[in-house]
């Protein structure tokens, strides 16, 4: 309980503070627009960068864990899309961002932190290679299947082309590419570069998290109590359970399955919010649904931490 209360707490008092700062008009709304703005468009796509052009590729990758772990995700961004269209009612669009929260878990913020004192320095490798997939996967799919609705009726040709100028253009996809191949080619930057550069990537999170205190003041979840819920038992419960299934059926290496079964097991991440920002549809869905899941996610992680022992 006290690993998790040390992950879980300090995110929770950002998101007060934030969320004070509005209501007490200590910061007015457009300056939370502008801290949002800066995390979105600068802060977390020097983050990926940054991430992606140091990663060790290197690496031993589990594929039949990453199977395991990405092949829940999938699953549930297909459940909750679905759901939130045809059980929910909600516009196309905005299912698209209902299925991206539950999809999207925290896997840096609550995954690593939890993961690690759970499981010790053993769980860090499986842990590292999910979270060196996560935005690229997620957004990815995210992005697509997003421009896709967007451009239906359209025809197939400007279709295509809707989607691929929705992924590239997208900052966070450029930031994940560059990154990449910067990597690949073994291009070095100069060090006075990468310390700037890791100034503004150490921003990135707090800067998010407060400015979504923020936002969350002018939200009410009324009219959006189900969908929130449904959205938190998926993301708490499904992901984990189907990540749980496939790895046993995929004969997954007890230690890294228990290690992907608690990432997925985390509420969704900051970046579900971003991620509805950018479109403009299911804001208040999107962080009513981080506030209450990481809150459940505190009972909930318990309870897988007690199955996978």
Known sequence: ??????????????????????RLRVLGPEVIDALLRFAQVIAIPVLLFRAMSTLDLGQSFDLRMLA?????????????????????GRPLEESVVIGFCGMFSNTVMLGLAVGERAYGAAALPTIFAIIALHAP??????I???????SRGLG??????????????NVFVVAIGAGLLLNLGQVGLPGVLTGALDMIARAALPV???ALGGVLARYSPAGDVRVIGFVAAVSLILHPALTF??????????EALRAAVIVAAMAPGINTYVFAGIYGVGQRVAAASVLVATAACMLTAMGWLAILG
């Open 1 to 22: 309980m006290s690993a998790l209360l040390e992950a879980i707490a300090p995110v929770f008092l950002l998101i007060g503070a934030g969320y004070a700062a509005a």
């Open 144 to 150: 697509s299947v997003m421009e896709t609705v967007r």
């Open 68 to 88: 395991s772990f990405y092949g829940g995700a999938v699953a549930v961004f297909v459940i909750c899309l679905a759901a939130a269209r045809y059980l929910f």
């Open 208 to 210: 998010a998290i407060f």
């Open 137 to 142: 996967v997620g957004y990815l799919i995210a």
């Open 245 to 254: 299934g496939i790895g046993r059926a995929l004969g997954v290496a007890p």
């Open 156 to 169: 197939p040709a400007m279709a295509l082309r809707r989607v691929t100028r929705g992924m590239f253009g």
